[in-house]
C-alpha cells in the first residue's frame, strides 16, 4: 500500500489538521545531517550502489539484529565473519529469507524507513512478501544501475544541503579531499572521531597512540599526545570538520592536575590498564577534548551507555556492529561535574549530549541543559530515533528545557537510502507534538510554525555551526 | 452499571472504531493462561467455592494491601496470622467494610477484575456500596451453590484451553495426576518452581535440599543436588508441565567452574550463608537451569526483582504475601550476561524475561530480546498488569523488540474469577494499541487482525509450547 | 491572546467535554496551599510589591535558569551576588531582555503561570513581545500600585482558604504572630524546616546546632538536641503549624540504637563530619522527626534527590538558589526501611513522599503508598509540576495506589501571583485524566465529580491536617 500522507499524524481530527498544516511548511526544508556514518568514498567515486541486499540488509544492524532475534543465523544472512567473508552469498536467497520474516518489523522503525525509500527512491508501493520477494529484487536491482540513483544524484534528490561522515582521528580523509577537489557543490563534512586512540581498553591501545602521536609528528608523551589531538583536529578543521565525537561506556569527566593525567597516561600506554585507569584516561580526555573545544570552536558529542558487543559469540565470529550492543543505566548528573565544573559556564562552548537512558531525560539532561550554557540536548538516539521515542523525548524534556536547548535532528544512520526518511519520520513526530501544544491552547499557531522549521532545519545548522 | 462494550478503548472515534473492530475478532478466542497461581485442587476435586470473603477479598493482595494502605486493618479483614487463624469470622461484616471502601479502588484494575467477575459470573451490574452490601453478599454466596459456578464448569464457561500452576519443585503433584485421571477434558499443567530449594536465604534451606534430594533419590553432592532437579523437572514434564519459573531477588546469573560450584554448594548447604554467597548460588542455578531447559525443553520463566516482605511487622504477624512486596531496581544487561554467554544463542531455548522495574523495558529487555535467539519478554507484570501498564509496556517495547519477541499475556494470579477479566483487559489493550498503529498509518488492518490473534492465543501457544 | 478556556484539555470533542464540565465543577474551589515558600512577612505588612522584575524575573529560578542557558548571564539579569549586590539595576532594560528572550519559553510551565498572571491579576492578554515590553511593563508597575495588588487583597481574590510558608527551625516567627495578632482573617501557617540544624554538612553546622539547643534552652547533648526540636515544633505548632519538611540529599533512613546516636551526634557536631557520618545523621533525623510526629501530630514531609548546587562557580559568585539544583536518582525501597519499619504501620501518622526521580513513581513510591497505613504520595514536584509531568503522575500512581493515597496539589512556589496559575493547571490536568477515564469507561461521572473534588481540595486539607 501507498504510503499514506497523513502516516504518524495523530488520529484526532483538529490535531491531525494541525500537524498536517505544519508539517506541509516543513516538509521540503533541507536536510541537514550533522552526524552520520555515510562513507566519504560515496560521494567521491559517485560509483553506483551494487545490488538490494548490499544496500538494504547487511549493513544495517536493525534489520539482522530482529532476524536474528528469531532463529535466523547471521550466516544465512551473508554477513560477513570477522575475515570478512560471508558463508551465504545468494543474494537473491537471502533477499527471499528477508521477504519471508518481513512481518517481524511490524511496527518498527525499520518498516517505516524501507517502505519511505521502497516508495520514494524506487516507486515501489507493494507490501514486501515471499511472492513478490523476486520481483522486487529485480526492479531494485535494476534501479540502482541507473544514474538517478548515484550517490550524488540522491544527495541532490533528498535536498541534503550538509552532510557529516564520521571518521576515526588517524583517516586521511582522502574521500573529503577528493570530493572538495572536484568541485561538486555537495558539502560532506569529516567529524573528528578518536575513541580508538582514548580508550585504553580498546584492542592493540598503545600500538595505536604511538602511530598516531607519530602521524601528527609529536612526541610520546602526555603533552605531545594532546598536541597530536590538535595537530589531527586542525587537519579535520581544514577540511570542513565542524565537530568531534565520542562514544564512551560512561559520561564519566574528570580533570586530574597535569601531573596526575601525565602518569595516568604513562600507566595507560602500556597496554593492560587496569578498568579503573581505563575509565579515568577516558574521563579526562573529555575534559581534554573539551577544552580543545574551547581553542579550535568543534563542536563536541558525547554518545555514552552502550554496553558494545554483549554477545561473545557473536563478537568472536563476526566482530563488532553486529546488534549486539546493548543499552546500560547512565549517569550524567556526577559523571559530567568536573567537565562542567571546568568548561560548563562557556556560552561559546557547545556540548550535545545524547543518551541511551530514558530515564534520564527529565531527571539529568534537561535539568542540566536548561541552566548549563554550554550543554545541548541531542535528539532522541538510536533505539529511540522512532516515532514513540521521539515523542517520549519532547515529553520528557520540553518542559524544563525547552526547544532551543535541543539540536534539531540527527540520523546517525550509515543506510544512505533510509536518511530522508528518517528525517521524514522526525518532522512529522515534531509536528505532531507541536499541533499537541496547538490544540490544548499552550501555543499559536505561528510560534508552532516557527517552532517546527527550527527543529527541522535552523536549530542542527546552528548547534554545529554549519 | 453495566459493562460498557467500549471500554478501555481510545475515546477518538476513528480509533475506537478500529479497536473495537480488531477485538470483535479476539474476544472469544480460546485463554491460554500459561503462568498462574491457581490451587490445581480446584480442578481435581471440582468443589464449590466457599464465600464471597474467601473468594474475592482474602485470597486478592491487590485488595487488601489497599485497605491496608488506608487504615483498615488485617485483622479486621479476616486475614489469618501466620499460625494460620483469623482473628476476625464475621465474612458478612468483612464484606461491608469492603464496600464502605469500594471507593478507593476507582481507576485499579482491581475494580476493573472485581466488576467483570460480578457481572459475566453473577449477573450483578450495579457499583457496590454499603447500600447493597448485603444484598450482593447474598447473590454470591447463593450463585457459589449452584453447579454453573464449580472451578470445571468455569473453566469451561471462560473458555479456557489450558492452565498452568505453580508448584515446589518437591509437590506430589497429587491433583495434576486426579485430573489426568478423572479423565476430564481441561489441562491443568504443572510448572516446576524450585526457588525455595534453590535461594538459601529461605528458612529451613539446609534441610529442604536434604529432602529434595532424598525425594528424588540422589546424592547430597552438588553433582546429586543437580541431578534431583533433573528427577524432578522428568516428573513434573510426566504430568504435562512445559515451564520452570524462578523469582530471584535479582536478574544475576553465574557460570562457575565445577569446583567452584561444587564448593559453593558445599558452603550453602551448611546454613547461615553470607549473602554474596547466597546471591551466587542462585545466580548459578539460573544457568544450570537454563542447561536443563535445553536438555529436558521446559521454558524458563525468570520473574526477578521484587523486594519481598518489605513490612516487618506484618511479615511477623501475618506471614509472606501481604501486599508488602516492593519493587527493585533491577539490572539486566550485566546481571544476565553470563547465562547468556552460555545459551543466549541458542533458538532451541526459550527464556522468558519478567520486570518490576519499567525502566528496562526499553533500555535493557527489548534491545536484549531484539537480538538474543534464546529470549523472549513476559508481558506486563504484576503492579503493572494494568491498562497504563500495558499500554507502556507496548510503546516501550514494540519499536525495539517488535510483536514477536512478546509472548501474549499471563493473567499470574489465584483469583480464578479474574482470570477472564484480565484476559479480556489485555485483549482491549492490545487492541487499542493496535488500532492507533492503522490509525497512524503505522500498519494496515490485515496485519492488526493478524497481530491481535497472535497477541491474545497464537504466542502464548508457541512460546510456551502448549 | 487571551487565555483559551479549553486550555489543557485533551482534543478529542468527547473527552474535552467531559474535562470542561469537571473543570466547571472544581474551578472556584479555595485554595488550599499546604506547602510553599511566600514570604510571611508580606501577609504581615501588607506592601504593596515593588516593581515588575522583582515580581516575575529575580525570585524566580525557573525563569532566569532558562535564559542563563542560552547565554544571557545572571548579571545582566540584576541577579544578586553572594553579598546581596546586582551589578545591574535598570529593572526597565532587564524586562526588555526577558522579552526578547520569551520565546524561549514555549511549552514550558513558566509560560503558563506567567500569561495566567498577566491576563488575571492585570488585564493584559497580548503576548510578550520586545515591542510591547515598555508598555507592559509599565501597566503592571502601576497597577502594582493599587490597593487591589496589595498580599492581603490577592489572598481573598485568589481565594486562598489557608497558606503554609516554610521556615527555618529557629525562626521567631514574627510575622507570622504580627498576622494572628491582626486579627486578619488570612490562614498563614508557617512550616517547621529543620534541615540547617540536622544537615552536617551544611555551613556553619556546629554553631547553628549551638544557637538552635541555647534558643530552645536545651542542654548540648543528644537528648537536649532532641528536646530543642520538641520545643522547636511546639513553638511552631502554637502559631498554627501542621507540617515538617526535610529537604534531603537522599531518602536513606536508619533507626540507631541510643548509644550509637548519641555518639553519632557527638561525632558531627564537632563539625567536618565524614560523608558516611553526615549522611547517616540526616537518615537517623528523620526517624526521630517522625517519632516526633507521633507525639505533636505534625506532618511529615520528605523532599529528596536534589544535587544542591551544581554548579561550582556560579554558587560561589551568587550563592544557592540559582536553577544549578538537579535531580538525582532516588532509592526510597531500601533507604526507607529502618523509618517504616518503626512507624511504617501507625495510621495516625502522615508522611508524604516526593520525588525528583519519576522512575520511582510506578516502581517504588506507589507500591509503598498503596500499602503502608503511614506514607501518602505528594503531587508530583519542581520540574515535573507541569503539564505533562503531572499527567504522568497519575498514569503511573493511579493504578497502584489510587487516588486516596495521594494528597492533592501543592505549589510549592514564592512565586505568590503564580499560585493560583498552577492551582489551575492541576485542576485542569486532573479533570483532563478524570475525563479519559470517564470516556474510556473505568469510572462513572458521578465518581469523577467527587475525585475532581477531592484532588483541588479535600485530600490537601485532610492529608495536611489544615
Partial sequence: MPLHPDRLFPADPTVRGLARELYQSVKD??????????????????????????????????????????????????????????????????????????????????????????????????????????????????????????????????????????????????????????????????????????????????????????LAGTPMSWAGYLDAHRVRRAYFKARGATSSDHGHPSARTANLSRGEAEALFDRVVKGNP??????????????????????????????????????????????????????????????????????GNRSDLTIILFTLDETTYGRELAPLAGHYPALRLGPAWWFYDSPEGMLRYRQLVTETAGF???VGFNDDTRAYLSIPARHDVARRVDCSYLAGQVATHLMDLDEAHEVASDLAYGLAKKAYRI
Avoid at 60 to 77: C, K, N, P, T, W
Avoid at 307 to 327: E, Q, T
Fill in 404 to 406: 532551543y536547548n535541543t
Fill in 274 to 343: 587496569s578498568p579503573e585507569d581505563a575509565e579515568l584516561f577516558r574521563a579526562q580526555m573529555l575534559t581534554e577534548m573539551a577544552r580543545m573545544s574551547l581553542e579550535d570552536g568543534l563542536v563536541m558529542q558525547i554518545h555514552p551507555g552502550s554496553f558494545r558487543n554483549h554477545n561473545r559469540d557473536v563478537f568472536a565470529a563476526y566482530g563488532p556492529d553486529k546488534g549486539a550492543d546493548i543499552p546500560a543505566r547512565t549517569d550524567y548528573v556526577r559523571a559530567l561535574k568536573p567537565l562542567l565544573d571546568e568548561v
Fill in 29 to 214: 526544508l533541507p536536510i541537514v545531517s550533522p552526524h552520520g556514518h555515510t562513507e566519504p568514498r560515496w560521494y567521491a567515486e559517485d560509483a553506483a550502489f551494487p545490488d538490494p541486499v548490499a544496500l538494504f540488509i547487511k549493513p544495517d544492524h536493525y534489520i539482522f539484529r530482529m532476524l536474528y532475534s528469531q532463529g535466523v543465523s547471521l550466516e544465512a544472512l551473508g554477513i560477513p565473519d570477522r575475515d570478512g567473508n560471508p558463508k551465504k552469498t545468494d543474494d537473491r536467497a537471502i533477499w527471499r529469507l528477508f521477504a519471508e520474516n518481513w512481518f517481524l518489523f511490524r511496527s518498527t522503525p525499520s518498516r517505516l524507513w524501507f517502505e519511505h525509500s521502497l516508495e520514494t527512491v524506487f516507486g515501489i508501493t507493494e507490501r514486501l512478501t515471499p511472492l513478490n520477494a523476486d520481483r522486487i529484487y529485480d526492479q531494485i536491482a535494476e534501479a540502482l544501475q541507473t544514474p538517478e540513483l548515484r550517490p550524488r544524484a540522491l544527495y541532490d534528490r533528498f535536498r541534503i544541503e550538509a552532510i557529516s561522515t564520521t571518521d576515526a582521528a588517524t583517516d586521511d580523509l582522502r574521500y573529503h579531499d577528493a570530493v572538495l577537489a572536484s568541485g561538486w557543490h555537495g558539502r560532506v563534512l569529516p567529524a573528528y572521531r578518536p575513541d580508538f586512540v582514548i580508550d585504553p581498553e580498546r584492542e592493540g591501545f598503545p600500538q595505536r597512540v604511538a602511530e598516531f602521536v607519530a
